[in-house]
C-alpha cells in the first residue's frame, strides 16, 4: 500500500515538547485568524439586503458594516459546522491539527490544514526545532535527501503506522469545537463600534 506522509517533522534533541506545543499552538491560531478576518471582509460585502440577520441588526440600530460582519459571521458558523461533519473536502472546512507520534524514544509531528487554511502552518517550516521528515513512496523522494536518510524515514512512519498510528497526541489549532477561541469576528465588531464612538 502506497504512504505519503506530508508537512512532518521530527523534534530534534534536545527539545522540550510542550514548548513547540504552545508555539504551534499560539503561531497556528495567528494564522488562522489572519485567514478568517480576510473571508469575513469578503462574505461581509457579500451580504444581500434581505438578509434575516442583516436586517435584524439595522432594527437594532446597528452600525451597517457591523451588521453585514454580524451576517457574514453567522454564515460562516453555519457553513464551518456542516463542513466539519463532512467527509467531502470543503473550502469551508478551517480545521487545523497537528498531530504527535512517539516512536523510538523521538517524537514526529504530523500537520493537518486544507484550502483556504492550507499555509496556516508554513511556519513550522522555519523552526529549527523542527527536522524535515516527510515521506512518500509513489514518486521519487527529494534531491536534497540522501537515500539512507530516506530508507530511515521509510523505516519509521511504516512503524508508526503499523503500531501506534491511532494512538497520538493531537494539537487541536481550530475546529469547529474551539472557533470561539480563534474567531476574530468579535474583535472585529469591537474595531467597528470603537470607530463609530471615537470623538469627532
Known amino acids: 500500500m502506497s504512504l505519503k506522509i506530508y508537512n512532518a517533522y521530527r523534534l530534534a534533541k534536545a527539545q522540550t ?3 513547540v506545543v504552545r508555539d504551534i499552538t ?6 488562522a485568524q489572519g485567514v478568517l478576518r480576510r473571508i469575513y471582509v469578503d462574505m461581509a460585502a457579500a451580504v444581500l439586503p434581505t438578509h434575516e440577520i442583516y436586517q435584524a441588526c439595522l432594527k437594532s440600530d446597528w452600525p451597517e458594516t457591523g451588521a453585514r460582519l454580524e ?3 453567522r454564515t460562516l458558523q453555519k457553513l464551518y459546522k ?3 461533519i463532512s467527509f467531502e473536502r470543503n473550502p469551508f472546512n478551517f480545521d487545523i ?3 504527535i507520534w512517539r516512536n523510538r524514544g523521538r ?3 504530523r500537520g493537518f490544514c486544507d484550502m483556504q487554511v492550507s499555509h496556516c502552518l508554513d511556519f513550522m517550516e522555519d523552526d529549527r526545532r523542527l527536522i524535515p521528515y516527510s515521506y512518500w513512496d509513489n514518486s521519487d523522494r527529494p534531491k536534497d535527501v540522501p537515500i539512507s536518510e530516506w530508507r530511515a524515514r521509510a523505516r519509521t512512519w ?3 503506522n503499523r503500531e501506534t498510528h491511532n494512538v497520538h497526541l493531537l494539537i487541536d489549532v481550530l475546529s469547529y469545537q474551539n472557533l470561539f477561541r480563534v474567531d476574530p469576528a468579535v474583535e472585529m465588531l469591537r474595531e467597528i463600534w470603537a470607530g463609530i464612538q471615537k470623538p469627532e
Open 26 to 31: 499560539v503561531q497556528g491560531r495567528e494564522a
Open 71 to 73: 451576517a457574514a459571521s
Open 107 to 109: 517524537y514526529y509531528l
Open 17 to 19: 515538547l510542550w514548548d
Open 158 to 160: 511504516h512503524a508508526i
Open 82 to 84: 456542516a463542513a466539519s
Open 97 to 99: 491539527s497537528v498531530g
